[in-house]
């Protein structure tokens, strides 16, 4: 149901623009569900930190402040003790001694963003045993949390990206992937997703997939490798917003612009350049900023004991109104949303 709405509604047109500017969860909270209001008390003084895969990534930045709206401001207004912490590489050797250091610190509740499932488990499942709440967002470790704050459905997110690129190259020519790491949980669901969705366009073959590990200098050598490997490349697509970014400024030049299409998951704020000039044609995303801050409400009732994490319970998320606990231990905060040249200016994140 949600994904035939996904394939009707997204493509060739956008979801209205209220949901990007702070109205929220579409299909899900309703005003009379936000003036029901909260049941539970809410323990004050927690303390709740939240890694996000890397510092200094937008994205991130983005979905954790406190001046965009993000996580932290979330745990502000509830009167928690909120921090940001993580390393600089989209790695777990990065983002696990930070975990680590947060535990010892004596958290309530990690807000994690998965590097690497594999890596981080052991450690997020002692935590847990402890009476840690874990919640990811953004990037899933399945089997090592308490709840997952999923921004959209993997497939809806996975076929939007093949959609758009198979409309730009009317189904035809060879494409290629730039993701971020290749332990990304997230990326690795969507790409998933994206060859499944990519059977229904025969003509267009996935050429290669590489890895810029959310770093842009990375990003931007793989790209520069993609172009030279295969000369009769017609298309990109890179689910990362570091990855988008790079590859649009490699192929911001008279050679490449409007011949090769790219598109994938990127920050408005990050793609309007090459939006305004024609590099990139459209791309998705979510707001960054109500992911953040519905998962530091969702790490705060679990840690008050005001929701458990069984599908079917409620809550209501601070100005975005009621959410619900999935099968699956999950809550979903919406659908993405395409930009192009007609919306792109509306948008400031
Ligand atoms: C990057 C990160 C993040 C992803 C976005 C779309 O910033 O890889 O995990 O969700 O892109």
New binding site residues.
Partial sequence: MYLQRTKKVLIGSVLAATLLAGAGASGVASAAARSVGRPHALKKGLKVFVVP?NLG?S??TTADSVKTGGALSALKALGESGAETSGTT?TPASQLPVIQADISKGANALVI?ATDPTALCPTLKRAMASGIVVVTY??DAPTCRTLFVN?ATAQGIGDIEVQILAKELHGQGQIAIVS?SAS?T??NTWIAYMKQELKSYPKMKLVSVVYGN?DTATSTTVTQGLLSKYPNLKGIIS????GIAAAAAVLDTAKYRGKIQLTG?GTPDEMKKYVQDGTVQAFA?WNPADLGYLAAYAAVELASHAITNAPGQSFVAGRLGRYKVLPGHEILLGAPFVFTKANINKFNF
């Fill in positions: 895969k990534n994205y991130f989209d963003s953004d990037s921004q971020a990304d997230n990326q959310d689910p990362t917003t570091v998951l995303l």
